[in-house]
């Protein structure tokens, strides 16, 4: 760390990670995860993916735009505060379909949970997996090392280094080993492809980020309601999500 993180930072990474108490719609959520990283990706497709692998879409994690804006402030404050100490390799299974859109713009999209403990088996609930191996290096910034910010980390067995998105990243495809084949997602069926990453810089953001509307956080909500039950969002819905999350990815870039 670079800087001791406020008692508002360290509660935002703790909710993150899921460490979480109580009945509260939004910060008792121990899976918050799931929507907050879909929101940085276009469209509904990371919505739907996660919806058919069985994973709740949580409609109070958007209903509350100032709340949301609230906890990234302080999740991307204990970014800016941090930085890695030593060269590390951390791993990550990545859903196929997000790494195919993370090798396409060379970044992380979203948030990025990485581990120093091997590609772990807490991360092979998806359909269809990529094996990624990042190399950070010493006075990487931006990383946080969960274990050494928070004074209690309740799922010290990840060993996470988090990545926050806007990360440039070099892509290397590279061989599948034997030993990787035997990692498999949700149907059983080995990674489809493995790469090494190295951090090459952060992007930084130009223009001017437009203000979230009420009603796109309401036809998100209805979005995920319908994707919950396993129906088709009507495509108006879809629409102004979509443009929502296009709004708020551009807001959350000039807020890190």
């Given at each position: 760390m670079s800087g001791k993180l406020s008692p508002d930072e360290e509660n935002a990474l703790r909710f993150y990670i899921g460490d979480v108490s109580g009945n509260d719609s939004f910060f008792g959520d121990s899976k918050a995860y799931v929507v907050l990283n879909s929101l940085f990706f276009p469209n509904i497709s990371t919505e739907s993916a996660r919806a058919k692998e069985g994973k709740y879409l949580n409609p109070s994690i958007i209903a509350d735009i100032p709340r949301l804006m609230g906890f990234f402030e302080s999740l991307f404050s204990a970014f800016r505060k941090s930085a890695i100490k030593e060269n590390i390799l951390t791993y990550r299974v990545e859903r196929l379909a997000d790494y195919d859109l993370i090798r396409k713009n060379s970044a992380?999209?979203?948030?990025?949970?990485?581990?120093?403990?091997?590609?772990?088996?807490?991360?092979?609930?998806?359909?269809?997996?990529?094996?990624?191996?990042?190399q950070i290096h010493e006075n990487q910034r931006y990383c946080v090392d969960i274990g050494e910010a928070l004074p209690y980390y309740a799922k010290s067995q990840e060993a996470e280094i988090l990545l926050p998105p806007f990360m440039k990243l070099d892509i290397s495809e590279i061989s599948i080993t034997e030993s990787e084949l035997h990692i498999t997602d949700c149907d059983d069926n080995p990674p489809q492809v493995s790469c090494q990453v190295k951090i090459s810089g952060f992007e930084e953001y130009s223009g001017i980020a437009p203000e979230l509307s009420a009603s796109g956080s309401k036809a998100g909500q209805r979005v995920y309601n319908a994707l919950n039950n396993g129906?088709?969002?009507?495509n108006e819905d879809i629409e102004q999500y979509s443009q929502w999350k296009n709004d708020l990815h551009e807001k959350l870039h000039s807020l890190i």
């Open positions: 992380t999209i979203s948030m990025t949970s990485t581990s120093t403990a091997g590609f772990l088996n807490e991360y092979r609930d998806r359909r269809g997996i990529a094996l990624m191996k990042f129906e088709i969002p009507e």
